[in-house]
């Protein structure tokens, strides 16, 4: 029974795992949250220094222990390296919905399934631990990888906020994605 539990644990993917963001975090957060091609996607590129991250840090521990959002870090199983940070925010306890967000901070750590493996941890803990019926997101619509496992994980392309965001010198499409809880469970029966 407890390795049945172990290992449907929402916390532990195949190749990450998801645990509270620490302030002993912050050396590894600060090594590649300047970094521009990744925070590109995020939206908000202005590099921010060592005091305003730790601020951050403490802001997301509030927000965890009200419920209002969660963020989490990713680890790397094998090495037990700080990957990024994965998140879901805006919850609503009315209409149980969240917005999900996934970075892997270091460009040299995507494109190997990190991203994905987060992803399906998020998703795992927004529909089987906090009980929520719609989790979703806006990505650019550059942003190929992103969309590319937002739909392996199971989101539609629902709606376009057309030339939405300003983005190096131009306005981009924000395409926004969802999940309900349904087709997850489809996906992921229990
Ligand atoms: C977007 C992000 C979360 C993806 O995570 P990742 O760990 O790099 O992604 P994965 O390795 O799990 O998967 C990437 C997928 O995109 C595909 N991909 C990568 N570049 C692509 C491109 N230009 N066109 C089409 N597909 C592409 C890969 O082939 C892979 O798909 P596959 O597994 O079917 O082969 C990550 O790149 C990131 O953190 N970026 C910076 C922050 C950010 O922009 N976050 C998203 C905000 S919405």
Redesign the pocket.
């Known amino acids: 029974m407890s390795s049945e539990i172990e290992s449907n644990s929402p916390y532990i993917g195949e190749k990450v795992k998801l645990r509270a963001v620490e302030m002993d975090d912050l050396d590894d957060i600060m090594q590649h949250w300047n970094t521009y091609e990744?925070r590109i996607?995020?939206g908000r590129y202005i590099p921010e220094s060592r005091q305003q991250r730790e601020e951050w840090i403490k802001k997301v521990t509030k927000e965890m222990k009200k419920g209002g959002a969660y963020n989490f870090a990713i680890i790397e199983k094998e090495s037990d390296k700080f990957l990024?940070v994965a998140a879901l925010k805006r919850v609503n306890n009315v209409s149980r919905t969240a917005f999900m967000?996934?970075?892997?901070y270091n460009p040299k750590d995507?494109?190997?399934?990190?991203?994905?493996?987060s992803g399906k941890c998020i998703l795992k803990i927004g529909f089987d631990i906090l009980n929520l019926h719609r989790i979703e997101?806006?990505?650019y619509d550059f942003?190929?990888?992103?969309r590319?496992?937002y739909k392996?994980l199971g989101f539609k392309e629902t709606g376009v906020r057309r030339k939405a965001s300003f983005v190096a010198g131009r306005y981009v499409d924000d395409l926004v994605m969802d999940i309900l809880v349904d087709e997850y469970r489809k996906l992921n029966p229990i």
């Open positions: 990744m996607g995020l990024g967000s996934i970075a892997i995507q494109g190997k399934g990190f991203g994905t493996d997101l806006h990505v942003l190929e990888s992103g590319r496992i392996k």
